[in-house]
């Protein structure tokens, strides 16, 4: 109600609504794999007088990358989940829309067509994100 009042009716309050779901997986897990990285891995880049740009790219962001795409996963199944009611309040298209018109019109057959749509597309959004899970943080 607050991002509504706040950005109106339509898009905007979705996007922020979206952003705000999203944000805080990726923060918190990669505030996790900072913290989990080896103290001693950053003595070594110092040690062998490594920037502090060398020391991010090289140690730093292959230290956290698995805890960050954990991050997006999470995010990505937090934004499906608030996606589809958000599209139920006060916008003329999106699944949570047609759920909705569905309902209103009594195809019930459609309605359950669209929940299962939105599921398939949950788990093929979720095997992607772990699909560049494995290929981009294979050690993890």
């Given amino acids: 109600p607050?991002?509504?009042m706040v950005f109106g009716v339509g898009d905007k309050p979705i996007y922020f609504l979206l952003?705000?779901?999203?944000?805080?997986?990726i923060l918190l897990s990669t505030a996790a794999?900072?913290?989990?990285?080896?103290?001693?891995?950053?003595?070594?880049?110092?040690?062998?007088?490594?920037?502090?740009?060398?020391?991010?790219?090289r140690v730093v962001v292959p230290g956290v990358?698995?805890?960050?795409?954990?991050?997006?996963?999470?995010?990505?199944?937090i934004l499906w989940i608030v996606l589809v009611p958000c599209e139920m309040l006060g916008v003329s298209a999106g699944l949570g829309y047609f759920i909705l018109d569905t309902r209103d019109r009594l195809?019930?057959?459609?309605?359950?067509?669209?929940?299962?749509?939105?599921?398939?597309?949950?788990?093929a959004l979720d095997s992607l994100a772990r699909s560049l899970y494995r290929i981009w943080a294979p050690g993890d």
Avoid: C, K, N
């Avoid at 990358?65 to 199944?77: E, F, N, S």
């Fill in 2 to 4: 607050i991002a509504v």
């Fill in 107 to 123: 195809a019930y057959s459609e309605l359950m067509a669209t929940v299962l749509l939105i599921g398939i597309l949950g788990f």
């Fill in 33 to 57: 794999g900072v913290r989990a990285l080896d103290p001693r891995w950053l003595q070594l880049s110092r040690s062998l007088a490594a920037t502090p740009l060398e020391t991010l790219w």
């Fill in 19 to 25: 952003t705000f779901a999203a944000v805080w997986p």
């Fill in 65 to 77: 990358l698995g805890h960050v795409l954990t991050g997006v996963r999470l995010a990505i199944g």
